[in-house]
């Protein structure tokens, strides 16, 4: 998997692997501060669970990850537009305790990581979903403004901190897929027989033979 993909779609993995790392130690660090407690530390160990889970599934199941992590993404979207259009986890002034924060974005960083595994072994798909996974905190502000309880449209916060690296690193996928698309050479395969005078059974001639033997 990691050998056969191009110079480009390695960089926008380990680069996803880098950037996951760290906002992942993050999420769990600022979760087991706020709202700490026994909330806190449930969690972050779903978190990390969900992480681990869903990589698993990106790497053993390479036929059914396109489906399960597109199906996942599509699931994020809508709770992106359903959370902000009827508020199902309060936030700010509205939030309570053990609130898990900015949710959408933390899902999205969820099911990011998985998603750089599935573009390891298929760039399109990966980066179509993390660009995808990428939008998602952009749709719940888009949301919020639409329904008329946002700020205004800022990428801001964890909002902009999750949504503009997972289109980026999402692009340098599809970038990595056009790049790496296999190409025919020049001068290989078999060779017609104009003359229909081929013997029965024998092969086809390829090209590099035919320029052989007229050598």
Sequence with gaps: MWSDAPVMVRAAFVLMMIYGAFAIVWVV??????????????ISLSVVVAVVVLSMVAVRLPRLAPTL???????????????AMVTVIPRGAEAVAGSPGPVVAIAALVIAVPLAFLGLRSA??????????GIAPVVEIVARVV?????????????GVVALPLILV?????LG???????GRV????????????????????????AGRRG
């Design 147 to 159: 329904r008329g309880a946002g700020g205004g449209l800022h990428l801001g916060g964890s909002s």
């Design 69 to 83: 992590m597109g199906a996942a993404v599509a699931l994020l979207l809508v709770f992106a537009v359903v959370d």
């Design 170 to 174: 999402g692009l340098l996928f599809l």
């Design 29 to 42: 660090g600022e979760l087991l501060t706020d709202p700490g407690g026994a909330a806190g530390i449930s």
């Design 187 to 210: 001068g290989s395969g078999p060779v017609p027989d104009p003359t229909g005078l081929a013997a029965p059974g024998r092969p086809p001639t390829t090209r590099g033979e035919s």
């Design 177 to 183: 897929a056009t790049s790496g698309r296999p190409r």
């Design 124 to 133: 399109r798909a990966g980066g179509w979903l993390l660009v995808a996974a």
